[in-house]
């Protein structure tokens, strides 16, 4: 699994770095930023699905 948030869309509500702290951190305007460009570590999908999941604006995409 690999995961990309779509900048056009992030409004920086920040839901998605509770949700997966260890993959997901913010720039200096608070919109998200992925922590982990290459495979995410099995034990952090979970995670990442409900991040996906939760975001208002439908920004996160999940590659697999
Ligand atoms: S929850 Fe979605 S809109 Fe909010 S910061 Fe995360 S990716 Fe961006």
């Known amino acids: 699994m690999r995961v990309t948030v779509d900048g056009d869309r992030c409004q920086g ?9 260890q ?3 913010a720039d200096d305007y608070g919109n998200s ?10 034990e952090l999908e979970a ?14 995409h999940i590659h697999e």
């Open 13 to 21: 509500h920040q839901m998605c770095g509770i949700a997966a702290p």
């Open 33 to 42: 930023v992925v922590l982990i460009t290459g495979d995410i570590p099995v």
């Open 47 to 60: 995670k990442v699905r409900r991040a996906e999941g939760n975001c208002p604006e439908r920004a996160i």
């Open 23 to 25: 993959v997901f951190g």
